[in-house]
């Protein structure tokens, strides 16, 4: 049970990590079918995280896998639009595009309606699962039992998992999952839409405006995957930087300064005593409480680290759980928070994505230039090995193109997100001539999360402009102060 931890590690760096770039060159970039689409909503409930449930109309919509023959295989794509509260909404909805590649909107979304009733207020909010995730003819590879795998036989099982899938992997791609996206968007009788994306959702909207810009309203682009981004060739340097920038901030911070003087030096003694001698514990897994016994080795901590730098209320408690992994020998605390990262991800939608958009253009040599003088592994020798066994679709040629609009794109940025740093969304950025981008100091992956953020989201919607929107706020943004010891920060 050992190296159970490196299966977990896959699937957790497919996950929010790694950000996502997709496309197909050869998708038609019109509608397909549009015209006979149907999609009929019946009332459903959707169910949070935290248990709420949110009333919904859900729906399928049914597209031929592969759009170059709209008579061969049909694959369902479900649907769940939340009605606006009032009864005359505004004609644009918001549309939620989900992470990954291979994270369900359905099942990510429903956790921030909530968060989000000034725009549910006056406008749908529709959830579409993309091609190959929730209900739309999920790809999955692996499974719980699969996390008593050594990392080699991952691999090979990964590879092998192809004859597995009841799909033709060329057809699931960003470009002909947009064509999908669009095709809902004309049944359910909308014009314009505004679109939200986050980490590879962002990459999708990208993709969608260029197909699709008669039909766009606007776009918010959180945690920004730039198009010409190449999956895992920068995560190593980018989750260093994110490191070094917590260091920092623990060493500018008085209590944690004073509770952890040598947090530096501390993690770093930790990773050379793991390599000479890996620790073997047990413990209940986070999410399913089901015993797990582990080798804890340099990579299985540098690994949860990078996952834990996600989520600024994780970083919070990392100086404490890197403390008490080196002083203490209780890895505990460190664990589990990099396994609350991991979520429900579509791991065979997510190869089928990086397998013909990134892996052909990794270099090798690149990689493992990026990857030196840093703590974290090179992803890219993972994803090579499990791509050469997988089908790969067409890309085209502008879906790395620079995306030029004029359209309203409001950009947000956390300056210590490892794995989409700011410097991903200013290389969009450049090509738009109507954006404004906002970097958060000292925030990570996805930054929809705070008053200020989603104040200006909601001024953003309401207006269609960048102009004239209270931006004071974001400065005055601060992480969650981190914890001394398990009572939580210093009063």
Request: overall charge negative; charged content about 20%; some cysteine.
């Amino acid at each position: 049970m050992g190296k159970q931890f490196e299966t977990n590690m896959k699937k957790l760096f497919t996950l929010s990590f790694l950000l996502l770039i997709l496309i197909t060159a050869c998708v038609p970039q019109t509608q397909a079918n549009v015209d006979e689409a149907s999609l009929a909503l019946e009332e459903c409930i959707l169910t949070s995280p935290g248990g709420r449930q949110i009333d919904a109309e859900c729906g399928v919509l049914i597209v031929p896998e592969d759009r170059a023959n709209p008579e061969g295989r049909q694959i369902e794509l479900h649907v769940a639009v939340i009605p606006a509260i009032k009864r005359n909404p505004q004609p644009d909805p918001l549309f939620m595009l989900a992470g990954g590649p291979g994270q369900s909107a359905i099942e990510a979304f429903p956790a921030m309606i909530s968060l989000l009733r000034q725009i549910h207020e006056d406008r749908d909010i529709v959830l579409v699962d993309q091609r190959g995730t929730g209900k739309s003819n999920p790809l999955r590879c692996l499974d719980e039992e699969d996390e008593e795998l050594e990392s080699e036989e991952v691999v090979d099982k990964l590879k092998d998992c192809p004859d597995t899938l009841d799909a033709d992997l060329r057809f699931y791609n960003t470009e002909i999952a947009m064509t999908d996206l669009d095709e809902v968007r004309v049944a359910l009788g909308y014009d314009k839409i505004n679109i939200y994306g986050a980490s590879y959702g962002s990459r999708a909207a990208i993709t969608y405006l260029r197909m699709f810009p008669e039909h766009v309203r606007t776009v918010t682009l959180d945690s920004v995957v730039d198009p010409s981004f190449v999956l895992f060739m920068t995560s190593a340097q980018d989750g260093q930087a994110a490191l070094e920038s917590l260091f920092a901030r623990c060493e500018n911070d008085e209590a944690c300064r004073i509770t952890f003087p040598k947090l530096r030096s501390e993690f770093n003694s930790l990773l050379s005593r793991l390599e000479e001698s890996p620790a073997e514990i047990s413990m209940p897994h986070p999410v399913t409480n089901q015993p797990i016994d582990l080798t804890i080795t340099p990579e299985i901590i540098t690994g949860m680290v990078f996952n834990t730098m996600y989520v600024p209320d994780f970083v919070a408690t990392l100086p404490l759980s890197i403390h008490l992994a080196y002083a203490d020998e209780n890895y505990v605390p460190l664990i589990a928070q990099g396994l609350q990262v991991n979520g429900n991800l579509y791991d065979g939608m997510f190869y089928a994505v990086a397998c013909t958009e990134d892996a052909p253009l990794i270099s090798a040599d690149e990689a493992a230039e990026n990857s030196e003088q840093t703590v974290f592994e090179d992803r890219t020798v993972h994803l090579s090995a499990v791509c050469s066994e997988w089908q790969k679709g067409e890309v085209s040629d502008a879906f790395r193109a620079p995306i030029t609009s004029d359209i309203p794109v409001l950009i947000l940025s956390g300056e210590a997100d490892p794995i989409t740093p700011p410097y991903h969304a200013e290389k969009v950025a450049e090509s738009l001539t109507n954006e404004l981008h906002l970097i958060f100091d000292d925030m990570g992956h996805g930054n929809l999360n705070s008053i200020c953020s989603m104040n200006i989201f909601n001024d953003f919607i309401e207006t269609a402009s960048i102009d004239g929107i209270d931006v004071s706020c974001v400065d005055a943004v601060q992480p969650p102060p981190f914890f001394i010891d398990f009572s939580g920060p210093r009063p």
